[in-house]
DNA sequence: CTGAAAGCGCTTACAG
DNA sequence: CTGAAAGCGCTTACAG
């Protein structure tokens, strides 16, 4: 391959003339720029990333730590990644995308040896052992996931407690009284995934003020355990007239359960769901939704970082960002038959 | 961050002797060695990556050139994704993901620029056009997808034509004697994907072979498309009594669709799919299939491109390997209703 | 407006 | 077994 100094001495210049030719950091003249041109064009000239990074001390390129953790509902997390990887590359910078089981060490890795100009994390938990690594990093960090302690990151999360009240306030108000939430399955939220609890609780204080009884429980994310978890839990309410799911893999088997069962939304069973319009329709499910909007956070998270790491806000306060979630309707809420 | 002269110093040693105490390169006192890897322990030191690859000419980065075309099936992506992040990390290697949709400038941009060290391209067309620029980088490539030039690359398939063979096969061995195909949609087809032509083909050969009717069509990628399709489809050939799809968005369709024509497969309707049995268990996609492998295929690619990176295969003949397609058998098939 | 030189942080022949 | 030095390919003060 060519290097600048190949560059350099076809043109007829120095090689920091040639630098500056192409940087634009200084002011060259339109001759010498041309010159410079024409032999980056005849050499095919691209400079040497690495040497560039060691001058520079910038790589260009964002580190994205996505965990796949076992039993979890990896699909979904493919949209946050590519809304992640579209809008790095609109703001000038490439992806590095790390599925280590092992975060810990992952982010310790691509940071402490200056991989990355930046990180984001997906799936942050609760109490996530990463962001100790990433505090003590001088790359800065941006998580898509609320995690009990947001101080020195950016923040962005769908809002899941008002989720949670939505859900429950859309249902009584068409009358409904009883209701069953199936959230994700149990390790998820062992694991620290605080939005879980965070929908489940506010859904469940807001039934309490409306007098309402909700039943909750994980749900499984695979079949067969999922579609016969749901089949025990209408056996085990038989007088819910409402199905509230944060758990996109029960929300696919619902549709052959309520089949089984000989039932229909929302005639016999109103159904509220928490994922993406785009996962929607892919997968064709068929139910009223919180719109999880990961294109959107993860572009959200990207801008925030690439404006940290180019100072616009390297030393600015930190933010917590929350999307609020939309109902998209589809059909499945009715009054409950009576 | 500490360098490796901050390593010499505290280490009492010089910069070489450093470098060669953790690299291992060349025989060091055990007295020396016990001091570097103390001021390493102390300093914490992390060779800098870019510094490390412009003086070795190894990123130990791989990048992952995955295409996410409006209108494509995006999800199932994920798996193959999964498989070579995971197994390229085993091989002491990182992942550079590029979602650019000009796939052809972001190869060029990574393999010119030296951000990686070989290169696997997903969703590989016909036709594609990255080949040639892939072909003139000096880094390996390897490929999952069936290109129709080989030359020059490592290549990974399902062996779709096989596959097509053993969906025909299935059912006419059960009585069956007309079939409907549904295939990707016809942009996947137009921009490339001969996997969908493979399948195809050979799914119409064989059942000329056998004297069976097989009508084939392109699906949607998206509801409500999709659904409507299959209901026109089924409306265009009532004598069909299986159906094959090679096509994730109509899989996971067809369960309402035969629900709200009141039709059970394998009863009224024998099915057969073509997508991996962790799909089919995340979206409860009831219908026996034929396995893709994604994962299976995203490890053997890595596999083979680490071999070549580091010369073990440099220079060896490049491989196009398939993989055999399995039948799951999720009981959706039977004899047709005479 | 342009050039010679230093430096980024490594690795690896070359010498001893 | 160890060290001094060159070099990887850039960028950017420093001089003119």
């Keep these: 391959m060519a290097t600048i100094g190949d560059v350099a001495r076809v043109a007829g210049v120095s090689r920091s003339t040639a630098s500056y030719a192409l940087s634009g950091k200084r002011s060259i003249s339109d001759e010498v720029r041309q010159r410079v041109m024409a032999a980056v064009g005849e050499l095919g000239y691209t400079p040497n990333a690495g040497a560039r990074a060691l001058a ?44 280590e089981e092992d975060g810990t060490r992952a982010l310790k890795r691509i940071t402490d040896s200056r991989m990355v100009d930046g990180v ?22 941006a998580l898509v996931g609320l995690p009990g302690d947001c101080t020195g990151v950016d923040v962005f999360d769908l809002d899941f407690e008002e989720a949670g009240r939505v859900m429950v306030e859309t249902l009584h ?42 039943h909750t429980a994980f749900g499984a994310a695979q079949q067969p355990e999922v579609g016969r978890q749901l089949h025990a839990l209408l056996d085990a309410h038989p007088r819910a007239t409402g199905l509230l799911l944060n758990n996109e893999a029960a929300a696919a088997a619902l549709p052959s359960v ?22 929607a329709r892919t997968f064709s499910l068929p139910y009223s939704s919180i719109e999880s909007a990961p294109d959107r956070l993860g572009r959200m998270a990207v801008r925030q970082l690439v404006d940290r790491i180019e100072r616009k806000a390297r030393a600015g306060p930190h933010v917590v960002r929350f999307i609020s979630p939309e109902l998209v309707d589809r059909g499945s809420t009715a009054a409950p038959r009576s």
Tied chains: 1, 2.
């Design 56 to 99: 520079t001390s910038q790589t260009m390129v964002i580190g994205l730590l996505a965990q796949f953790l076992p039993d979890e509902f990896a699909p979904a997390m493919l949209q946050y990644i590519l809304g992640i990887s579209d809008s790095a590359r609109e703001l000038g910078y490439d992806v590095l995308l790390v599925t």
């Design 120 to 141: 984001v994390l997906l799936n942050v938990a609760e109490d996530d052992e990463r962001l100790p690594i990433l505090r003590t990093a001088s790359q800065p960090g």
């Design 173 to 214: 108000r068409l009358g409904h009284r009883e209701l069953v939430l199936v959230s994700q399955p149990e390790h998820v939220v062992e694991r620290g995934g605080a939005y879980v609890w965070r929908l489940q609780n506010a859904a469940t204080e807001q039934a309490a003020l409306r007098g309402m009884v909700l």
């Design 258 to 279: 309520l089949t089984e069962r000989g039932l229909r939304a929302p005639q016999d069973l109103s159904v509220i769901g928490r994922y993406s319009d785009a996962f």
